[in-house]
């Protein structure tokens, strides 16, 4: 069965350091999404992909960077992490708007 | 510019009760889709439904019912008969069929159902 996975589910990181989420999905969708869950600010969109090569910056992108070498993967980088930056992160990717998103399972990262 | 408001951030209510769900959006496009998603304790985004802004009908769904009203724009869901199990944190959201995919999320309300 296709799905989309996200690794690690859970991530304790220092101030400053490098930190990469991983995102895969095997639904073959060209476009694919990270979101910040933050409570009081729902989900929002931090990077999104149209296809390979293609990248773009959502409301909350500073600190963020995504990089898309192929179809399945979006992985998102926190350049120098903070401690604003802690939160749940939420990978999806969809086929056509209509059919909304398929959405990973998470990852809770806290940085210290 | 879009967007969805949760106005009620906590809800909390007794077991059997039926409880609604508010949800307004804003945008100046003719055609989108609404939905709704829920996110139980565990974590994860479920999906509830979908909506396009061409169908007004409201939609059951066992216990589940939705009420699109564009006159008001609003995209309101209710639980009858309200289960434990229902005590999550409920998303409405909304994408245009425009070129963009990107899918705009309600802040979210936080459903307590108490035995």
């Known amino acids: 069965d296709a799905e989309i996975t996200q690794s690690p589910r859970h991530k304790i990181t220092e101030t400053g350091r490098q930190v990469t989420l991983a995102c895969h999905q095997t639904w073959n969708h060209n476009n694919m999404f990270w979101y910040r869950q933050d409570l009081g600010h729902g989900l929002r969109l931090i990077h999104y992909?149209?296809?390979?090569?293609?990248?773009n910056k959502g409301e909350v992108s500073d600190g963020y960077s995504v990089s898309r070498s192929n179809t399945e993967d979006l992985p998102l980088t926190l350049e120098s992490a903070a401690s604003s930056q802690t939160s749940v992160y939420f990978c999806a990717s969809s086929k056509r708007q209509d059919y909304g998103y398929t959405f990973g399972s998470g990852t809770r990262l806290t940085v210290v | 510019a879009q967007k969805v408001t949760q106005a009620q951030t906590e809800i909390s209510v007794v077991e059997k009760e039926d409880v609604t769900l508010d949800c307004v959006y804003e945008?100046?496009?003719?055609?989108?889709?609404l939905f709704w998603y829920k996110q139980p304790p565990s974590g994860e985004l479920v999906f509830l439904i979908r909506r396009n802004s061409f169908d007004e009908q409201n939609e059951i769904s066992g216990r589940y019912s939705w009420n699109f009203q564009k006159s008001t724009s609003s995209f309101n869901f209710t639980i009858t008969a309200s289960q434990v199990v229902d005590s999550a944190v409920y998303f409405c959201a909304l994408i245009l069929m425009d070129s963009s995919y990107k899918l705009i999320f309600g802040s979210g309300t936080r459903l307590l159902v108490r035995p």
């Open positions: 992909s149209y296809g390979v090569h293609d990248t």
């Open positions: 945008t100046r496009d003719t055609t989108y889709y």
